[in-house]
């Protein structure tokens, strides 16, 4: 149970932590996480149709506070990036902002400034300072509220929605939990293991090669199969039928996103699906791989040296592209790439540093030499040329494993997360994780077409919470 704050925040605190939020609020609205936050903002109004214009208000608080990109960071850490001059004192609040609270509370007491409250989830109590003489709840109420960290005591952020009664706030709560179990590590792990062989009953393999003008079509045939049409032999549920019973109310698809200029642009796509990397979308693969089958690729592919040099550098382009060829023919693929960087000594070793070279740069390491070199000694001394063999079947492995370990983990650990952000940022396993997990297009079991965000909670809402409304404050 956590202990009750005796500190009184001053007004030039609350003045603080206000300023911090209007600009923390514009670097996502309108600085450098406007299309990812209009992206997120519009997914979830369509899938959860709320009935409320406040709804918007808590999609920005989550937005701020619990969404993550693919690297695990969320808008703070961005925000901080952005601020290498900012006063120490703000860059500690927002820090400490990272282990903010999104729960319903049960109201022990309030008073002059402050209010105590009890989390239902854990039974914890918590004092909250607040600027009003008076606060405009009662004891024995229960709200939705997010508590931010403002040095030793907590304060509001953003709206918070009084609930009824103890009935609905229990049903919110549940509601909650839900969809925590949905996002959930092990549920994410599933899913990607039925949507994979979700593709291969429906396709009859987990690779399949389409015109660039049924694409769309394909996709959202493939989309129909894996959410209202397959049926878990478990609970003979459909994801749509399991959302709607777990959560109450209707799951609403939205549109696929706009697919990246690489793939506008091909004859054909081929759509790949990857355990690990999801639904990947690579143009004109079926011509890049011909490159690997032969010899002699120019009597193939006359513009094999372009098209191999896309794959290289654009980050469009999953690396998993040259993992599939490199499986079946790896030394055709280190042959092809001795050839097209002039290294004659160049081993698939190096595979990872070459493409991570050329799709995600670093300042400093303009040498590709360089990037091997560092590549070798964050992975240790690699065996010599005669276990080369070994050597590529780890290598995969290792990036994998590697790219897993940029999850975002626990919200208990999002603070030392951050910290530790700069010094990680270059490193061969913070940028292949960045490269190995940016898929062209991903579907997901519960049927969003994601970008890059998760939730971790859903933001308050009013419609799918038992018995009367929730009013706002």
Request: net charge neutral; glycine share 4%; hydrophobic share 35%.
């Amino acid at each position: 149970m956590s202990s009750v704050s005796r500190s009184t925040t001053s007004p030039v605190q609350f003045d603080r932590a206000e300023r911090l939020k209007i600009e923390l609020v514009g670097f996502a609205t309108k600085g450098e996480l406007k299309d990812e936050y209009e992206l997120q903002h519009k997914l979830f109004f369509e899938a959860a149709q709320p009935d409320d214009e406040h709804e918007a208000e808590s999609v920005l608080d989550w937005f701020l506070f619990d969404w993550f990109d693919e690297d695990g960071e969320g808008a703070i850490v961005r925000y901080l990036d952005t601020q290498p001059g900012l006063d120490e004192t703000d860059r500690e609040i927002l820090l400490d902002w990272l282990d903010s609270i999104n729960s319903v509370f049960e109201i022990r007491s309030a008073n002059k400034n402050s209010l105590q409250l009890t989390e239902l989830d854990s039974g914890d109590i918590y004092a909250v300072k607040t600027r009003l003489d008076r606060a405009p709840f009662k004891r024995g109420q229960f709200i939705i509220a997010r508590l931010l960290p403002l040095g030793d005591d907590l304060i509001f952020s953003g709206l918070q929605f009084l609930m009824p009664d103890r009935e609905s706030a229990l049903a919110w709560l549940e509601m909650r939990r839900a969809f925590d179990a949905f996002d959930s590590p092990e549920a994410v792990e599933k899913a990607r293991r039925e949507q994979v062989a979700a593709f291969c009953e429906l396709f009859g393999c987990d690779e399949l090669t389409v015109p660039s003008g049924k694409l769309n079509s394909t996709l959202e045939r493939f989309q129909r199969y894996l959410i209202t049409e397959r049926r878990d032999p478990e609970t003979g549920m459909t994801p749509a039928e399991r959302f709607r019973k777990e959560l109450g109310q209707d799951l609403s698809v939205p549109d696929l996103p706009p697919f990246p200029e690489p793939v506008v642009g091909a004859g054909e796509v081929t759509i790949l699906c990857d355990d690990f990397d999801g639904i990947v979308l690579l143009p004109d693969f079926n011509r890049f791989k011909r490159i690997f089958e032969t010899d002699k690729p120019e009597r193939q592919v006359p513009d094999w040296k372009d098209l191999v040099w896309t794959y290289i550098k654009n980050p469009d382009i999953p690396i998993v592209a040259f993992e599939r060829v490199a499986e079946q023919f790896p030394l055709r693929v280190e042959k092809v790439l001795r050839s097209l960087i002039s290294d004659k000594d160049f081993s698939l070793e190096h595979m990872y540093a070459v493409l991570l070279h050329y799709k995600q740069p670093v300042d400093g390491l303009e040498d590709l030499k360089d990037d091997q070199h560092l590549w070798d000694l964050f992975n240790g001394n690699l065996p010599p040329a005669k276990n080369r063999k070994n050597a590529r079947s780890t290598s995969k492995s290792r990036a994998r494993a590697k790219a897993a370990q940029k999850k975002p983990r626990s919200k208990a650990t999002a603070k030392q997360r951050a910290k530790k952000t700069a010094a990680t940022k270059g490193t061969p396993a913070a940028r292949a994780s960045a490269v190995r997990r940016k898929p062209a297009a991903k579907i997901s079991a519960a049927g969003k077409s994601k970008a890059a965000g998760r939730r971790t909670a859903p933001p308050a809402r009013k419609s799918a919470v038992k018995r009367g409304s929730a009013k706002k404050r």
